[in-house]
Nanobody, 122 residues
Framework: QVQLVESGGGSVQAGGSLRLSCAASGFASGNRYLAWFRQVPENEREAVARIATYDSVTYVAGSVKGRFTISLDSAGTTVYLQMNSLKPEDTAVYYC???????????????WGQGTQVTVSS
């Protein structure tokens, strides 16, 4: 059974930093992609960053490029999202997701964490 367990959300002032973690378990061997999405009420989930577990190639959305970094631990089972220079518009529920397709569409990721709230105040 695939499980994704997130941690690290919270409240911070604009300009501050947070690091989100997501521990993934239950995968069979094989290439996969781990990603972070975010969602605000009444909006669709937006891909923030993605990393391939087999070569660590990353994608980072333009809205967060230069501020957010996605990375993997050496075992390839925990993915991090380091968020620096946070802005109020980064406020959202952040979700960890896992899938087998190199995609940025939420529907291509069958496995999801429970979500963690990030709130950035001005």
């Amino acid at each position: 059974q695939v499980q994704l367990v997130e941690s690290g959300g919270g409240s911070v002032q604009a300009g501050g930093s947070l690091r989100l973690s997501c521990a993934a378990s239950g995968f069979a061997s094989g290439n996969r992609y781990l990603a972070w999405f975010r969602q605000v009420p009444e909006n669709e989930r937006e891909a923030v960053a993605r990393i391939a577990t087999y070569d660590s190639v990353t994608y980072v959305a333009g809205s967060v490029k230069g501020r957010f970094t996605i990375s993997l631990d050496s075992a390839g089972t925990t993915v991090y999202l380091q968020m620096n220079s946070l802005k109020p518009e980064d406020t959202a529920v952040y979700y960890c997701a896992a899938g087998l397709i190199r995609s940025l569409r939420s529907e291509d990721f069958p496995y999801w964490g429970q979500g963690t709230q990030v709130t950035v105040s001005s």
